[in-house]
């Protein structure tokens, strides 16, 4: 784009192009969910019940960002759902998803910059992982400071190593199964469980248990409504986006979960050390090594290394813009409203960069104090999952009731309201699935820490209601303008 960017929301300027968007989308979906946590998946709830986990939970991403699509295209805003929230269903709600999401992120900065130094140590295990933990974050930073369109270049790079390196395992998997690179294996053996359970282990139990796991791999998806805000042409870059969101969870995890499951036994024992100090044995790696590559383990660790550094990246970003707009709205103090002349939300970046320190330095000082704080973050990925769906059922609803016609917008969501309706069930079943034998057993500090982000929620959203007094707008009063506070804002 030409030097002299459309200056949007008062210096946020819309540099990124629809490439960026797409990759920035995809990358989002490819992460270390995939490359790392499947692998406990398939062990826990067995191929079978591992793949209509995924495939239920990609159903419910397909619908929330379709959702997502239809309010981005036809409003697109830096604050995306937090936004949404606070002009279709009430502040108080919109207050509370914003300050939820900024704090998921500003934590998920610190955890991800921790395991950049678990990563690291793979290679370098004799050198403290705190230098490679705060050299990540200082990079980070500095990309993050330039401009938005280094951002979105970083993001297209990585993502394009994530993409070919899942097309490459695909390839490979599949000429595996077949038997044309690697050993004999017993692939209907492998889906089916050694011809028990035909193929689901644990029963259904085991396969809500899974829908936690992979609702974390598809976590960050809901980037491509954040990124709507600076998009150089947000209604061709999003619609575009979100269309391929179905064939991206189709191909690159339904697809991925099925070749692990047919080349894996699900009793192999290193699937259950699926976390990020056991990179060596992720289920690529190890499909990888079956087809006779000596070296996987390595590629694997260099790509995973990729997909966290991509994750914090995300991270920085979509924390600070929210910072950003919720300074805008009024919901934080005023400095964090500000931009430079490139149009970079200095004070804000400064601030969550200083939180994400911060929780990065207990992990050091205080383990216990960085547990607590991980989990209080652990389930807000969901609660802004809610968030979408609560205010595009409230956004349809609005447009209609104030006469508007369907016809006009320029991406319409898949059959609506069931994508919406559907996504709210699904994330209230996951959000209570986290760790129901904590109640059953009573044990306090196991629903502290599993379930710490849903007051913080309530807290919240009940403290913006009590101090400001807000209610539940009425569908004829929702503001349907696509102006907004932190747009007409100049300085």
Not at 142 to 150: C, D, P
Not at 397 to 419: C, E, H, T, V
Request: with cysteine; aromatic share 12%; hydrophobic share 50%.
């Amino acid at each position: 784009m030409a030097e002299n960017t459309e200056s949007f929301g008062g210096g946020i300027k819309r540099e990124l192009k629809t490439r960026h968007i797409s990759m920035i989308a995809l990358g989002g979906c490819i992460g270390t969910g995939l490359f790392v946590a499947s692998g406990s998946a398939i062990s826990q709830a067995g191929p079978m019940g591992a793949l209509v986990a995924y495939i239920a939970i990609g159903i419910m991403v397909f619908f929330l960002m379709t959702s997502l699509g239809e309010m981005a295209t036809y409003m697109p805003l830096t604050g995306s759902f937090a936004t949404y929230a606070n002009k279709f269903v009430d502040p108080a709600f919109g207050f509370a998803m914003g300050w939820n999401y900024w704090f998921n992120w500003a934590v998920t900065l610190a955890v991800d910059a921790a395991t950049v130094g678990v990563v690291m140590n793979y290679w370098l295990p004799n050198m403290p992982q705190w230098i490679w933990s705060a050299v990540a974050l200082a990079i980070i930073f500095v990309i993050n400071i330039l401009s938005v369109k280094s951002f979105g270049e970083t993001e297209f790079w990585m993502s394009i190593i994530k993409v070919i390196t899942v097309l490459v395992f695909l390839a490979v998997g599949l000429l595996t199964i077949f038997g044309i690179m690697g050993n004999h294996i017993d692939v209907i053996n492998n889906l089916t469980a050694n011809h028990h359970h035909g193929g689901f282990v644990g029963g259904l139990p085991a396969i809500l248990a899974v829908f936690v796991v992979a609702g974390y791999s598809f976590q960050g998806t809901e980037l491509v409504g954040i990124t709507a805000g600076e998009s150089a042409t947000p209604e061709e870059s999003v619609p575009k986006a979100i269309k391929q969101v179905f064939w991206r969870i189709l191909l690159f995890y339904i697809l991925s979960i099925f070749v692990i499951a047919a080349l894996i036994n699900y009793k192999n024992p290193d699937l259950l050390r699926s976390d990020a100090a056991h990179v060596a044995v992720s289920p690529f790696a190890l499909v990888f090594k079956q087809a006779g590559f000596a070296a996987a383990a390595s590629v694997m660790n260099a790509v995973i290394l990729t997909s966290v550094l991509s994750s914090a990246n995300s991270g920085m970003y979509a924390s600070t813009r929210m910072l950003y707009v919720m300074s805008r709205e009024g919901f934080a103090p005023k400095a964090f409203g500000k931009t430079n002349r490139r149009g970079i939300p200095v004070a804000a970046l400064l601030g969550t960069t200083v939180v994400g320190l911060l929780t990065f330095v207990t992990s050091i000082i205080g383990p216990n104090a960085y547990n607590y704080l991980v989990a209080a973050s652990g389930l807000t990925g969901f609660i802004a999952w809610i968030g979408i769906a609560v205010s595009h059922y409230r956004f349809r609803r609005a447009f209609l009731a104030q006469g508007k016609d369907l016809n006009s917008l320029k991406y319409k969501a898949k059959w609506f309201p069931f994508g919406p309706l559907m996504a709210l069930v699904i994330c209230i079943l996951v959000i209570i699935g986290q760790n129901p034998q904590s109640f059953v057993a009573l044990d306090w500090q196991q629903i502290l820490i599993t379930y710490m982000s849903v007051p913080l929620f309530i807290i919240l959203y009940v403290y913006y209601k009590i101090r400001h007094r807000t209610k539940v707008i009425p569908l004829q009063e929702v503001d349907l303008n696509k102006s907004t506070k932190s747009e007409s804002y100049k300085g």
